[in-house]
Every structure is written in structure tokens, then in C-alpha cells.
């Protein structure tokens, strides 16, 4: 790692903000490549169903309540909820709905999610100043890429891991503000000097802590709605004349000092931007989708366990089972190791290793595990918990070499028997490497939206979704969101 640079900047010198707000307006007015378009289209459907699907859970209940205690004007829409809200709010409902499920995409090796932050803060920016949907679909790619660019000035090859993670700091959160600053700067009409100042605001905003992926606790399911609101809301204070510092990126006292002690990489923030603010490099493709509702880190083990289930391996058969894994995500989904064999609640399920091999095994819904798969009935069932109990998460070493350009697992079950079964999972499900096909997004869509939102509804989104790039504006899309079917329930 190579220190940031904080001398002071002369006139003839940009900064990388300037960089980063050189290539979002020039995206913004001159567009994004197909593909890169196309990949957006995708994610805004992904986030919107899992939006709805988090409907199930008590803290969607808890943070919609919470919206609407604070009143305010009619602005946005908060999936789920009648009536509008702020677009700082909705930004907000939309963020904590879309990152609660564990179900939202993931950038590797950043190791973040920048979807469930994005998305919202753009679709709610995009609705309160009635951009059409070219606009959304360009803001949300240029916002999708900063924050990815940013979480990538805190990997560390040698380290082969995210310093950001290695402090015990939420990447997602905290470049996912940044990112989602810029995309709603763009759709509020922001010049260069505007996502500049939007990026110096949202760095005093950008935040997140991520020990409740080890020990428990929900508010990991608030990051993305904080961060989301974060961009939404400096984006709106810079129109009324606030400012930032064209240094808060590098500076001696800036956003890389503050969060990787100023130790950073640069080069990832700008590679592939030509001066002129041309992207000859877009990583907004090559984002993971989530094929199951858990901690990426775990689903590895969860195709080796739908892998040994399709060998004929039944539950009675097992005698032990060892996870192999890289080294940095034992800590994660395999400690302590006595909470992960044992998960409490759903939401601990879905950050353990014993838990995701063994219900692979059993087998589920969805692409092979879905959301009725993480309930804390399940997590308790003493069936499961027995199976648990036999299963070990150790470090190994070919997952060490990958780790984190893919999060790989190799499992070896042994039977009763003595026979010694191996499953190598070396490339993720739902990556640039194994794809999840528009019809595979297109069931993951329907399994989150099931007996919430009518058959209808559920149309209206998939096309407006597709027609997208040639909408007015987005009210047609969000719009049949403000009302599910079904009451909120409690897993």
C-alpha cells in the first residue's frame, strides 16, 4: 500500500474528486455503454424485489414507522408504504429494505454491496425532481462505479483483502454513500464543481461498523438506507449553496486518512478514465448478483451442499463435514464457532457456514435456497442443529490464493461409512464466471415478491424495468410498489 497524497493542490492539478465528478457528468450527458445499461436495468429489479420481499421482517416494520413519524413533504416512494414520503426518506426505507435481507449484490474484491445504496437514493432522487428513466438508468451506473472504485482504493492485493474490512469498517456503507451522493447529484442537474461538493458533504456522512456480522444485532440492515439518505440528502444541501473540499478524497485530513489511516491506492479510483472523463473500464457488469439470501461468504458452501444432495447424500449418512475457506472469512461465518453450529434467529443463519452447507444438503426453494430457507423456526430445528454440530470452518489454502476475487469453499463430508465426499466451489454462482441468466433474476424476482405484491403489480414492474432507458420518468415503476397485498409478518 502506497501513501495518499496530501500535499495542497495546485490550479493546474485535479484532485480525485475532480476526476471521479469529470466522468460522472460527462456519463451523465453522453451516456453508458449497452451492457453497462443493461446490467443497471437488471439490479434496479433485483433491489426492488428484495425491497419488498424485507416486508417480512420486524425492522422494515420498525424503520417505515420511524419515516413516518417524522412527516414532511410528499416526495417519494417508500416501497410498501401508501402514502409519500421525503425523498431523503425514502432513500432511506428503500436502503434499509433493499440490504436486509442479505440478498443484494456484491462487488469482488472489493468486497461490497453497492446496489441496496445506489439504487434507492437514485430511483428517490430521480421521482422528487422527475428525471426520465435515461437519466435514473446513466446516474445509477456512474453512482454504482464510484462507489466500487472508491471500496477498491481499500483493497490491498498483498493483504488480499479490504483494509476496510480489516478494520472492522462497512465498505458498503461508507463508499456506498459516496456513491449514491454522486448519482443523485447527477439527477438534480449537479455540474462537475456539484459532485464535487456533494462527495466533500457525504464524506462527513459515510459511515459503518460491522462487528454484528459477528456477534449479532440488526443494524447492519440500517447501513444501506443510512448511506442512501446520506447521498440524497447532501446532494440537496449542495443545491442550497453548501460546499465541500476538492481534497476530501486524498487530503491530509480527508475521506482515505479517515477511514484507511491514509494508506490507499489511488490508481483504482481513476483507472480507465481517460482525462476527459471517458470510462474505457466499467465494473458495474461484472458485480455478483446473490443467487441466496445470505452472506456471500457462505455460498460456496451452499452449492457443495446442493452438490452432495444431488450425489444421493442423505442427512443420516453424515458423519462430519469441513468447510475450507479462505482464511479472512473464518471470523465471519465460522466464528464463534459455538454460535454459528447454533444460530439463534434467521438473520444468524444467514451468516453461518454450518448453517449454509447443511441447508444446502436439505435442499430449498428459489435458485436452490430462498427466503423461507432462513426463518428462525429453521434456525432452531433441532434436525438441523444436529447436522451443525458435525460441520467444521477451517482455513485452506487454495481458497486463500482465490480469495477475494471469488469467495470459494472446498467441503469434505464424511459418511457414516467412512467414504470421504469432496465438493471444490471455486467461482461463484451469479458472477461474471457463472451468470445468473434473466430468467434466473426473473424467478429470484418473483420468489421475493410472492403473495406481497398482486400478479399485476409484479407485471407492471418487470416492464417498466425493461423499458426503462425510454420512460418519461419513473412513477410508472414505483408507483405499483406503494401497496403490497399482504400484511407484514413476522418470520
Not at 453424515?318 to 439463534?344: D, Y
Amino acid at each position: 500500500m502506497r501513501r495518499g497524497q496530501g500535499h495542497e493542490q495546485t490550479p493546474s492539478e485535479r484532485t480525485l474528486s475532480e476526476r471521479l465528478a469529470s466522468f460522472a457528468v460527462r456519463s451523465a450527458e453522453d451516456g453508458v455503454p449497452d451492457d453497462v445499461a443493461a446490467s443497471v436495468q437488471q439490479r434496479v429489479l433485483d433491489v426492488l424485489g428484495l425491497c419488498v420481499a424485507a416486508h417480512r421482517l420486524p425492522t422494515s416494520a420498525a424503520a417505515i414507522g420511524h419515516v413516518l413519524d417524522q412527516g414532511g413533504h410528499a416526495q417519494a416512494t417508500a416501497v410498501g408504504v401508501p402514502q409519500q414520503v421525503t425523498a431523503a426518506q425514502a432513500a432511506f426505507t428503500n436502503g434499509v429494505l433493499a440490504h436486509s435481507l442479505d440478498y443484494d449484490d456484491t462487488h469482488l474484491p472489493s468486497v461490497l454491496h453497492p446496489s441496496a445504496s445506489v439504487v434507492p437514493a437514485a430511483l428517490a432522487a430521480a421521482e422528487h425532481v422527475g428525471a426520465t428513466g435515461e437519466q435514473t438508468v446513466r446516474a445509477i451506473a456512474v453512482g454504482l462505479e464510484v462507489a466500487v472504485r472508491l471500496g477498491m482504493a481499500g483493497y490491498d492485493e498483498r493483504l488480499g483483502n479490504s483494509v476496510f474490512f480489516e478494520h472492522g469498517q462497512h465498505a458498503t456503507s461508507i463508499t456506498g454513500a459516496m456513491g449514491s451522493a454522486v448519482a443523485a447529484s447527477l439527477l438534480h442537474g449537479a455540474d462537475e464543481r456539484g459532485v464535487v461538493d456533494a462527495l466533500g458533504l457525504t464524506a462527513s456522512m459515510a459511515s459503518g461498523v460491522i462487528e454484528a456480522n459477528r456477534t449479532g444485532g440488526t443494524v447492519k440492515r440500517l447501513h444501506c438506507g443510512l448511506a442512501a439518505q446520506a447521498g440524497v440528502t447532501a446532494a440537496q444541501l449542495v443545491r442550497r449553496g453548501f460546499t465541500g473540499p476538492p481534497t476530501v478524497l486524498e487530503g491530509r485530513f480527508g475521506f482515505f486518512e479517515a477511514w484507511l489511516h491514509g494508506r490507499f491506492f489511488a490508481s483504482a479510483v481513476t483507472d480507465g478514465l481517460d482525462p476527459d472523463g471517458r470510462c474505457r473500464d466499467w465494473s458495474v457488469p461484472g458485480i455478483f448478483f446473490k443467487p441466496y439470501p445470505a452472506n456471500h461468504f457462505t455460498h460456496a458452501a451452499i452449492d457443495a451442499g446442493l452438490a452432495f444432495r444431488a450425489r444421493g447424500v442423505r442427512p443420516e449418512q453424515v458423519s462430519s463435514i469441513t468447510v475450507g475457506v479462505a482464511s479472512a472469512v473464518i471470523r465471519t461465518i465460522g466464528q464463534p464457532i459455538e454460535v454459528k453450529r447454533a444460530p439463534a434467529t434467521g438473520y444468524q443463519a444467514q451468516f453461518s457456514g454450518p448453517y449454509a452447507v447443511v441447508a444446502g444438503l436439505l435442499g430449498g426453494s428459489g435458485l436452490g435456497l430462498g427466503l423461507d430457507d432462513f426463518t428462525d423456526d429453521l434456525a432452531r430445528d433441532p434436525r438441523r442443529r444436529a447436522l451443525m454440530a458435525r460441520v467444521e470452518v477451517v482455513a485452506d489454502p487454495r481458497c486463500d490464493a482465490i480469495y477475494p476475487h471469488q469467495l470459494p469453499a472446498v467441503v469434505t463430508l464424511r459418511t457414516t461409512s467412512g467414504e470421504e465426499l469432496v465438493e471444490e466451489v471455486l467461482t461463484n454462482r451469479g458472477g461474471p464466471a457463472r451468470p445468473l441468466s434473466d430468467d434466473e433474476l426473473a424467478v429470484k424476482f418473483a420468489d421475493n415478491v410472492a403473495a406481497r405484491l398482486a400478479p399485476p403489480a409484479a407485471d407492471a414492474v418487470r416492464r417498466s424495468v425493461a423499458d426503462l432507458r425510454g420512460a418519461s420518468d419513473v412513477r410508472a415503476l414505483l408507483t405499483p410498489l406503494s401497496r403490497l397485498s399482504v400484511p407484514e409478518e413476522t418470520p
